[in-house]
Each structure stands twice: as C-alpha cells, then as structure tokens.
C-alpha cells in the first residue's frame, strides 16, 4: 500500500509563506489525482488544492486560489504545495491524498473525498 508523508507545516504570522511537501512511499505510475486537503478542529476536511500528475491540470478552492501553489515533481514522489500570503483561517492539519489510476477530471467529484485512496497523517499549519 502507498504511504504518503507530509512535511513542512509551522507556525508563521499573517502574510508568511511556506512550502509543504507530500513523498509517496513509491510511485503509483500512470495517470494519478493528487490533493491537498485540510481540516480545522470541528469542521470538516475540505480541498485545497489538485493536480493531475501526467498533465498540466491544477485546481484550487476558491478560498486560496491565487495565494497557493501546487505541484508535482514525479521523480522524486513528491508533491509540492507552496502556500503564500498565508492567512489566520488558513489554519489546519493539511493532508496529502492520491486517487490512483485516473485524473482527477474537470467535475465537482473531484473534491469529494471518498475518492482518494491513500492519505498522509497531516501537517499542521497555524497562522497567528
């Protein structure tokens, strides 16, 4: 089974950056949706962010688009999410997730999820 491992989360002041990584346990190989989602104390875990990992393709929620970046670097299994101008509400436990063997697709199931497969323990990230 792939065991998905993230790093990077701190604590920073509003306005600061940073750059969370996601390395797989192995690589899947072919088509693969990749997410980063997070998840605040009594709410629930939403998205943040999706790739594709053979294509181009992104996606981001609307709450951060524009501040976060991700992407994919396959030779190492891992997956990047560069998070700017980081905000209090930003604040969570940030997961990595893979839904092997397909993309991620241009539709709302994309988000859902149910989909993903495998998923990392979290890393935290707090903005005060």
């Known amino acids: 089974e792939v065991q998905l491992v993230e790093s990077g989360g701190d604590s920073v002041q509003p306005g600061g950056s940073l750059r969370l990584s996601c390395v797989a346990s192995?690589?899947?190989?072919?088509?693969?949706?990749m997410g980063w989602f997070r998840q605040s104390p009594g709410k629930s875990r939403e998205g943040v962010a999706l790739?594709?990992?053979?294509?181009?393709?992104?996606f981001y929620a609307d709450s951060v688009n524009g501040r976060f970046t991700i992407a994919v670097d396959n030779a190492r299994n891992t997956v990047y999410l560069q998070v700017n101008n980081l905000k209090p509400e930003d604040t969570a436990v940030y997961y990595c997730?893979?839904?092997?063997?397909?993309?991620?697709?241009?539709?709302?199931?994309?988000?859902?999820?149910?989909?993903?497969?495998?998923w990392g323990q979290g890393t935290q990230v707090t903005v005060s």
């Open positions: 997730a893979e839904d092997p063997g397909r993309m991620c697709g241009f539709g709302e199931d994309k988000w859902r999820t149910g989909r993903y497969m495998y």
């Open positions: 192995q690589y899947t190989g072919g088509r693969n949706c």
């Open positions: 790739i594709n990992t053979d294509h181009v393709n992104t």
